[in-house]
């Protein structure tokens, strides 16, 4: 697997990411070792958590598998804070408590990456930077970032950052052929203050992987009480007509449409990871499978035509 570095940072990356929202819930202990293994196995580094997710359990689970499992040094571990029961709190009391017991959970002294989860329109972005600023300084956090913010507040943080050497390493964003809002205002200021963008989702939710073309499994996230909501909002006419467009270049390809998806997101301009999840290890195989496919410029002209999201002014004059 190929390994970028994430925008002028010299913090490097594995182009596929490990995403952790559903371990300690969905997926158990030994199910999520199986999935780290086959990981690192294809030459992943990236893993990717949330203080939310699971309620902490998704970081409690990886600090087991940190302890008996694997190496720390093997990963690039990125976790975020910011939302705790639901609610967004980007405080600096909130975030530098959730960070140490983040760290408490995962059985580390520091995490590579850390990102704000959410903005928070009740903090100013001011104090919500200035904890991030402190994380680096005391070496709880090599690098920092914000996730799910728009262009002007990045711009805005990565100008009070930039006050004393700090970076603004990474944005975290919603990315796939199903979500491509970034491209309007995100991916251009985020090349331009030299942050790498972190795609999460890249399977968008898992409607690409082709599952709900004629139902809803019923082991399926759309089928879960808790994770229905999540899945819902790509469960319809539009999402349907871009799942038949990538099914249709998939043919043409003889690969999976996971597989093309995923390369699609991990290719796009300006992407330095596409971040995935998976409840097996056979699920995960099927996307890393992708690795060695680069799209036809023809099939990714095509899929970029069908899914492209609308610009006007002031994106395009």
């Not at 190929?2 to 002028?8: A, D, L, N, Q």
């Not at 010299?10 to 490990?18: A, C, D, E, H, Q």
């Not at 919500?128 to 690098?143: M, Q």
């Not at 898992?206 to 082991?219: E, I």
Request: some cysteine; charged content about 25%; proline content about 4%.
């Amino acid at each position: 697997m190929e390994s970028r570095r994430v925008g002028t940072s010299g913090l490097r990356v594995s182009s596929v990411g490990l995403g952790t929202m559903t371990w300690g819930r969905d997926t158990d202990e030994h199910e999520a070792a199986d999935l780290l293994r086959e990981f690192l196995d294809a030459g992943g580094t990236l893993v990717d958590t949330a203080a939310s997710y699971s309620g902490g359990a998704a970081e409690e689970v990886i600090g087991t598998l940190l302890a008996d499992e694997v190496d720390r040094s093997d990963l690039v571990l990125c976790s975020k804070s910011g939302v705790r029961h639901g609610r967004v709190d980007a405080s600096r009391g909130a975030l530098l408590d959730s960070l140490d017991e983040s760290l408490a959970r995962l059985g580390t002294d520091h995490l590579d990456l850390w990102l704000v989860q959410a903005p928070d329109p009740h903090t100013p972005l001011s104090e919500t930077v200035g904890a991030l600023r402190h994380a680096v300084a005391t070496g709880r956090a090599r690098y920092v970032g914000l996730s799910n913010y728009p262009a002007w507040q990045l711009a805005q943080a990565a100008t009070l950052l930039a006050q004393d050497g700090t970076m603004l390493t990474a944005a975290e964003m919603e990315y796939s052929l199903l979500q491509r809002g970034i491209e309007r205002e995100v991916r251009p200021a985020a090349a331009g203050l030299g942050a790498g963008l972190l795609g999460w989702s890249a399977l968008g939710r898992g409607v690409l992987t082709g599952k709900y073309r004629r139902s809803v499994p019923a082991d399926s996230r759309a089928a879960s009480p808790h994770l229905r909501g999540f899945v819902d909002p790509y469960l319809n006419d539009r999402g349907r007509s871009v799942v038949e467009a990538l099914v249709t270049a998939a043919d043409g390809l003889g690969r999976a449409p996971v597989e093309v998806a995923l390369a699609w997101a991990r290719d796009a301009p300006g992407i330095t990871s596409a971040l995935i999840g998976a409840r097996s290890p056979g699920q995960l195989r099927g996307a890393l499978a992708a690795d060695d496919l680069q799209l036809p410029t023809q099939i990714r002209e095509v899929l970029d035509e069908v899914t492209a999201p609308l610009l006007s002014y002031p994106e395009v004059r």
